[in-house]
């Protein structure tokens, strides 16, 4: 509760702040593009941040992200802190292992603090961390295909050690969906080969008959 409390409030104070910070091409936070199947379940892409600049950054004490990209038989259903790239805040994360939820037809909210006040983590050149890992569910009737996501600029923000946004780019991914081909179950396939060798053979001896003299 405390948590979903935390990104709430941040997610309000990021509508005001990050739609008046100009841009700049240091910090990226991006989403880690992936290729899943229908019908699965349990599937992951990460949340990522990268210091693309040639200095390290400020202090990173704090951030949140949003995803409202609604992609129909696609839900969203939790973020931890699990990343396949090293965590942000490593061990002093105040909210993990889980900063945020989401569920069917609803954006996703995530973030988190670091856990000791007026500090946190600074990223040196070149260097890239993870935000969150995101799971989600995939039916087995959506249809093959790749799905641009993208971070909710309304919902997405990052403060320094004093609380201040930090200017941050933001980049989409996508999330390839594969359709299994159905094949027929072993043994229906041996059926089907047996049948084909019994009509096979039928014909042969047939055709033998036939061709016997009377």
């Known amino acids: 509760m405390r948590s979903q409390v935390y990104v709430l409030s941040t997610a309000v104070l990021a509508v005001c702040s990050f739609a008046s ?28 941040l990268t210091n693309n600049g040639p200095a390290p950054t400020a202090v990173i004490e704090s951030f949140t992200f949003g995803i409202e990209t609604i992609i129909p038989g696609i839900t969203f259903t939790g973020v931890t802190t699990a990343t396949s790239t090293p965590y942000i805040f490593g061990g002093d994360s105040l909210f993990g292992p889980a900063i945020g ?14 856990d000791i006040p007026s500090s946190g983590v600074a990223l040196d050149s070149g ?8 799971s989600f569910d995939v039916d087995p009737g959506v249809d093959s295909g790749t799905f641009s996501i993208d971070l909710s600029s309304l919902f997405t923000s990052i403060a320094d050690s004093s609380s201040q946004p930090v200017d941050v780019n ?17 043994s229906a396939v041996l059926e089907l080969f047996m049948y084909a060798v019994v009509v096979a053979t039928a014909l042969i001896v047939r055709r033998w008959v036939a061709k016997r003299p009377a």
Do not use: C
């Open 170 to 186: 933001l980049r989409g991914g996508s999330i390839t969906v594969n359709r299994a081909v159905a094949m027929p179950e072993p």
């Open 21 to 48: 910070m100009p841009a700049r091409a240091d910090l990226m936070m991006s989403i880690q593009s992936v290729t899943v199947n229908a019908g699965s379940t349990g599937n992951l892409f990460d949340v990522l």
């Open 127 to 134: 260097k890239t961390v993870g935000l969150g890992s995101v």
């Open 101 to 114: 939820s989401g569920g069917s037809g609803s954006p996703l909210i995530a973030g988190d603090l670091f």
